[in-house]
């Protein structure tokens, strides 16, 4: 078993900043992919950014250039820095762990922006 612990949400007014943490525990071997992704009321969930092993992200294109994805290999934690928010950014954010045996969700934390 795999568990994963959320934390770091929160309301935030436009043009803020917060930061997502994702801690993994359990039988983890071999994380390959650590990621984060949002979905917002009446919308289908997507990626935001996800991250490999060896530190390569890639971004949705609505947060590129705002949104930093980084891990702790050693703590297998998954962090998310989200700069300049807008209320567009506004949803649940789920943490995902993908190893060659799992693919695991967390239980979302919930971003809000204001205008």
């Known amino acids: 078993q795999v568990q994963l612990v959320e934390s770091g949400g929160g309301l935030v007014q436009a043009g803020g900043s917060l930061r997502l943490s994702c801690a993994a525990s359990g039988s983890i071997f071999?994380?390959?992919?650590?990621?984060?992704?949002?979905?917002?009321?009446g919308k289908?969930?997507?990626?935001v950014a996800r991250i490999t092993s060896g530190g390569s992200p890639n971004y949705a294109d609505s947060v590129k250039g705002r949104f930093t994805i980084s891990r702790d290999n050693a703590k297998n934690?998954?962090?998310?820095?989200?700069?300049?928010?807008?209320?567009e950014d506004t949803a649940v954010y789920?943490?995902?762990?993908?190893?060659?045996?799992?693919?695991?969700?967390?239980?979302?934390?919930?971003?809000t922006v204001s205008s």
């Open 30 to 41: 071999s994380i390959n992919f650590m990621g984060w992704y949002r979905q917002a009321p």
């Open 44 to 47: 289908q969930r997507e990626l």
């Open 77 to 87: 934690t998954v962090y998310l820095q989200m700069n300049s928010l807008k209320p």
């Open 94 to 111: 789920y943490c995902n762990v993908v190893s060659n045996l799992v693919n695991v969700w967390g239980r979302g934390t919930q971003v």
